[in-house]
């Protein structure tokens, strides 16, 4: 796991920061302070990219923090489901069969609904064990326990790396769901 931590939250605050040094050093007419507040806010949103950055591949992703996080397998076994039963529904459809082309599409609808609730519990799981690790990491932090604070980072960030990962699929599905209704 990285030990700088990529986070949205703290990329919105250092942007604001920037910003507000960067207006009260044009108010002041400090040039340091200006250039200062600019970079800030150029590091903020360097900060926010990077904290977003998942490589989502076929049963995992991966984040730039290191951490690597398995899908549900709900998720793998529904898109299995969705691709056997397109395959139904075309062979059906090529040799005149309705009850094979029906049991296709059914097959298609019942993987679509598995691989749904695979990427909703990864979602939450995810998001669940960020806000434990975040808060866990703190409360380690202020009793000084380093082991500790290491564990609910990693904690932290496979969470992360398992909301972004179920993130990345429901948007690609969405956007695929809107241009198949274009």
Do not use: C
Request: hydrophobic residues 30%; glycine residues 12%; negative net charge.
């Amino acid at each position: 796991m990285s030990t700088e931590n990529n986070s949205t939250l703290k990329s919105y605050i250092d942007s604001a920061t920037g910003a507000v040094q960067n207006a009260v050093g044009n108010i002041m007419g400090n040039r340091g302070d200006q250039a200062e507040g600019q970079l800030k806010q150029e590091k903020a949103h360097a900060e926010h990219a990077a904290s977003h950055d998942t490589a989502k591949l076929p049963g995992f992703t991966a984040t730039s923090d290191g951490a690597v996080a398995a899908d549900h397998p709900d998720r793998a076994s529904g898109s299995w489901k969705q691709t056997a039963g397109a395959a139904k529904e075309f062979i059906g459809g090529a040799v005149g069969s309705e009850e094979l082309k029906q049991a296709g599409r059914q097959q298609n609808r019942e993987g679509q609904e598995q691989e749904a609730r695979g990427q909703v519990k990864d979602l939450g799981e995810g998001t669940k064990d960020r806000f434990t690790g975040q808060l866990g990491n703190a409360a380690a932090a202020l009793v000084g326990d380093r082991e500790k604070q290491a564990e609910y980072q990693t904690q932290h960030d496979v969470g992360k790396a398992q909301q972004r990962g179920a993130e990345h699929d429901i948007q690609k599905e969405a956007e695929a769901q809107k241009n198949a209704d274009l």
